[in-house]
């Protein structure tokens, strides 16, 4: 995952100019409601769990990032639940969760349940929220480094 080799006063910048507490927060919120919805409906779940080959204990952000990065799994949830959004939830949230978990563990060392396995999972929805993440991060630090030249 290249997310994770992201260095901390990288990902420590980003969180502090980019991930605002609120934004952290509605997403945290918004993963654990989600997480125990879908719990609810034991078939959904469990076939969820099963498409990801998630671990035993694994934290709800992780495996709400694996359960809303697969686009059919995303649909297969709204339609279960009867949401009125669109039929995925857009990649910037996938995105920012995926740097908040990493800024988690590689600069708050806090140890989430499954991080192991979403660093080394190999899934097209996962990658793709990883190279969205990793290109935001690039644009931060590119913005960072501009400068205004006068003539």
């Known amino acids: 995952m290249n997310t994770f080799q992201l260095t901390q006063p990288v990902l420590e910048g980003y969180k ?6 609120e934004r952290v927060n509605l997403l945290t919120t918004q993963a654990n409601e ?9 078939a959904l779940y469990n076939r969820f769990v099963g498409e ?42 996938l995105g920012d969760l995926l740097l908040y978990i990493v800024y988690l563990k590689k600069v708050e060392d806090i ?20 190279q969205f993440s990793f290109t935001n991060i690039f644009l931060y630090i590119q913005k960072s480094k501009e400068v205004a030249i006068e003539f």
């Not at 502090?16 to 507490?21: A, D, P, V």
């Not at 140890?111 to 990883?130: A, M, N, P, R, S």
Request: glycine fraction near 4%; include cysteine.
């Open 111 to 130: 140890e989430l349940d499954g991080f192991d396995y979403l660093v080394t999972h190999k899934d097209e929805g996962i990658e793709e929220v990883d």
């Open 52 to 93: 990801v080959n998630a671990p035993k204990n694994v934290d709800n952000l992780i495996l709400w990032l694996f359960f809303m990065s697969d686009e059919d799994r995303c649909c297969d949830y709204i339609r279960a639940f009867g949401k009125d959004f669109r039929d995925m939830i857009p990649i910037s949230d």
């Open 34 to 42: 989600q997480i125990n919805e879908i719990s609810q409906n034991e």
């Open 16 to 21: 502090n100019e980019k991930l605002t507490e």
